[in-house]
């Protein structure tokens, strides 16, 4: 194997050995006027792992030992690698996966450490990781010809960036469509101090299973793009086998155990290429405290809906005894929705109350944009912002291209902004899809709350959204449906 691929320090002016108080830079970026938290205060210090020594790197996963960066330093290995996937007893098929699992393992870490990720490479093609949602230093942002380039087959790189903010994220190869081949895990920073109380915690990783290579319309070449029902008139989502909670289909629906009075933590999370989901869960309500992993005022609904790349922390109070299910229904199209058993202490294993049975038509109360209140607000921007975005999203109808402004990327002008502006982007949804929206390398205030990724509706859906250019580098900025971002839907925000 060749050696190690090292993130090359673009933007680091750390000094070896130097120690910092994590909790106080969280704590400065939360000062009261500050509209969001400081992600150039968090990344000031990122140690860029320096040039290639030519020493050998390795690591076992999940080791963790002492940093001269950000107190103890998490090691993980990721191998990219060809494997085999059972889905459900029976139901088994070739595809490309992180350690040989799927999803691949979830990496998890105390909030303060220096997380180490070496990812080797043995797919038969380049390529990367991207950790997404967290606001590292831009070397490290794991995005092809805009931050890196792509680790070649045989080849390795390490990722090396500080565990905050705390929070639930995932990550994802960012390569083309290697996302819909399965590589891809949750990726969990537990927080020093949380803000809601629970007992105990399950992560919920929604997926669409596309068995087969994925193409999109562009390629001249359908495969398994021609002849699909579409949803909204999609022609470029692909039909699907299944959708899938924990990597496993309805049929063999996995069960998370509870006890009568605990408080259950759900960590929901989107990373289907091209599903956005309904989540529900019969006889209880969903109380959710974390958005895209930043606390909000706890608000109870029926029901969460998530585009691709959004995630939700939600509270069950287990107050119904018995067995009930979790339901993951497609809001594109009518698949067959995935599903999980949650199975109180002492209960008959037979089958979930409601499994099987899903609603023809929701009518329980839905999450709203509008309902979540970031609890990081801090006081108002007195001044408006600095820079302005109007950007229209379009495409789809008689062509196979999604364009931003009628550009298709990466054929496509930069979004150019200087550190310390506050920056507005508004967005207009021409289309007749729903597009989920995605900056790398910030939070932004979208309504009253902190998020990296949100949904422009519909129909002339209108979001717009402030951030502050405090990390500087060249950011990605693309719709979270796959093929729409590898069709065209992406920018590069540029600072200079």
Same mark, same amino acid.
């Not at 350690?99 to 450490?113: A, C, K, L, S, T």
């Given at each position: 194997?060749?050696?190690?691929?090292?993130?090359?320090?673009?933007?680091?002016?750390?000094?070896?050995?130097?120690?910092?108080?994590?909790?106080?830079?969280?704590?400065?970026?939360?000062?009261?006027?500050?509209?969001?938290?400081?992600?150039?205060?968090?990344?000031?210090?990122?140690?860029?792992?320096?040039?290639?020594?030519?020493?050998?790197?390795?690591?076992?996963?999940?080791?963790?030992?002492?940093?001269?960066?950000?107190?103890?330093?998490?090691?993980?290995?990721?191998?990219?690698?060809?494997?085999?996937?059972?889905?459900?007893?029976?139901?088994?098929?070739?595809?490309?996966?992180?350690?040989?699992?799927?999803?691949?393992?979830?990496?998890?870490?105390?909030?303060?450490?220096?997380?180490?990720?070496?990812?080797?490479?043995?797919?038969?093609?380049?390529?990367?990781?991207?950790?997404?949602?967290?606001? &590292?230093?831009?070397? %490290?942002? #794991?995005?092809?010809?805009?931050?890196? +380039? =792509?680790?070649? @087959?045989?080849? /390795?790189?390490?990722?090396?960036?500080?565990?905050?903010?705390?929070?639930?994220?995932?990550?994802?190869?960012?390569?083309?469509?290697?996302?819909?081949?399965?590589?891809?895990?949750?990726?969990?920073?537990?927080?020093?101090?949380?803000?809601?109380?629970?007992?105990?915690?399950?992560?919920?990783?929604?997926?669409?299973?596309?068995?087969?290579?994925?193409?999109?319309?562009?390629?001249? &070449?359908?495969?398994? %793009?021609? #002849?699909?029902?579409?949803?909204?008139? +999609? =022609?470029?989502? @692909?039909?699907? /086998?299944?959708?899938?909670?924990?990597?496993?289909?309805?049929?063999?629906?996995?069960?998370?155990?509870?006890?009568?009075?605990?408080?259950?933590?759900?960590?929901?999370?989107?990373?289907?290429?091209?599903?956005?989901?309904?989540?529900?869960?019969?006889?209880?309500?969903?109380?959710?405290?974390?958005?895209?992993?930043?606390?909000?005022?706890?608000?109870?609904?029926?029901?969460?809906?998530?585009?691709?790349?959004?995630?939700?922390?939600?509270?069950?109070?287990? +107050?119904?005894?018995?067995?009930?299910?979790?339901?993951?229904?497609?809001?594109?199209?009518?698949?067959?929705?995935?599903?999980?058993?949650?199975?109180?202490?002492?209960?008959?294993?037979?089958?979930?109350?409601?499994?099987?049975?899903?609603?023809?038509?929701?009518?329980?109360?839905?999450?709203?944009?509008?309902?979540?209140?970031?609890?990081?607000?801090?006081?108002?921007?007195?001044?408006?912002?600095?820079?302005?975005?109007?950007?229209?999203?379009?495409?789809?109808?008689?062509?196979?291209?999604?364009?931003?402004?009628?550009?298709?990327?990466?054929?496509?002008?930069?979004?150019?902004?200087?550190?310390?502006?506050r920056v507005r982007v508004t967005m207009q949804n021409m289309s007749v899809i729903d597009h989920p929206m995605h900056l790398h390398g910030h939070f932004f205030r979208v309504g009253n709350a902190l998020k990296d990724t949100v949904v422009v509706p519909t129909h002339m859906g209108r979001v717009v959204f402030d951030f502050t250019a405090d990390n500087p580098g060249d950011w990605f900025f693309h719709c979270h449906n796959l093929y729409h971002m590898e069709m065209g839907m992406a920018r590069v925000f540029r600072y200079v």
């Amino acid at each position: 194997m060749n050696r190690p691929l090292i993130g090359m320090d673009r933007t680091c002016n750390t000094r070896p050995g130097t120690q910092y108080d994590r909790r106080e830079i969280v704590r400065a970026g939360l000062a009261a006027g500050a509209a969001f938290p400081s992600i150039g205060a968090l990344l000031s210090f990122v140690g860029c792992a320096g040039k290639d020594t030519g020493t050998s790197v390795s690591g076992p996963q999940d080791e963790t030992s002492a940093s001269p960066l950000a107190g103890p330093k998490h090691n993980v290995s990721l191998v990219a690698e060809v494997g085999e996937v059972e889905v459900a007893p029976g139901h088994v098929y070739r595809t490309w996966l992180y350690n040989g699992q799927f999803p691949g393992p979830e990496i998890r870490v105390r909030e303060g450490e220096l997380l180490s990720v070496v990812l080797e490479n043995r797919l038969p093609e380049g390529t990367t990781v991207h950790w997404h949602g967290v606001p &590292v230093a831009n070397p %490290m942002d #794991g995005v092809p010809f805009v931050t890196q +380039d =792509p680790v070649p @087959p045989g080849n /390795s790189f390490v990722y090396e960036f500080p565990a905050t903010p705390a929070g639930t994220y995932f990550y994802h190869s960012h390569m083309g469509l290697q996302l819909d081949r399965g590589v891809l895990g949750p990726l969990v920073i537990e927080e020093t101090t949380p803000h809601v109380s629970y007992d105990r915690e399950y992560t919920v990783l929604l997926d669409d299973l596309l068995e087969g290579d994925p193409t999109t319309a562009s390629d001249g &070449v359908h495969g398994d %793009m021609h #002849g699909r029902r579409g949803g909204m008139g +999609d =022609p470029s989502r @692909p039909e699907y /086998s299944a959708l899938l909670i924990n990597g496993r289909t309805r049929a063999d629906a996995p069960t998370f155990e509870v006890r009568r009075s605990e408080r259950v933590r759900l960590r929901l999370i989107n990373a289907a290429s091209a599903t956005a989901f309904r989540v529900t869960l019969t006889g209880h309500e969903l109380t959710v405290t974390h958005t895209d992993g930043r606390p909000v005022v706890p608000v109870t609904v029926d029901a969460v809906t998530l585009g691709m790349g959004e995630r939700y922390d939600v509270i069950v109070e287990a +107050d119904n005894p018995g067995s009930w299910v979790l339901t993951a229904a497609s809001l594109d199209g009518t698949p067959e929705p995935a599903e999980a058993a949650l199975r109180y202490a002492g209960t008959s294993p037979s089958p979930a109350r409601g499994l099987g049975h899903p609603p023809t038509q929701w009518q329980g109360r839905t999450l709203r944009l509008s309902d979540l209140i970031s609890i990081e607000s801090g006081e108002a921007v007195a001044a408006g912002p600095d820079r302005y975005f109007n950007l229209v999203l379009s495409g789809g109808m008689m062509t196979s291209a999604w364009t931003i402004n009628g550009q298709v990327y990466p054929d496509a002008d930069p979004l150019v902004v200087s550190e310390g502006e506050r920056v507005r982007v508004t967005m207009q949804n021409m289309s007749v899809i729903d597009h989920p929206m995605h900056l790398h390398g910030h939070f932004f205030r979208v309504g009253n709350a902190l998020k990296d990724t949100v949904v422009v509706p519909t129909h002339m859906g209108r979001v717009v959204f402030d951030f502050t250019a405090d990390n500087p580098g060249d950011w990605f900025f693309h719709c979270h449906n796959l093929y729409h971002m590898e069709m065209g839907m992406a920018r590069v925000f540029r600072y200079v």
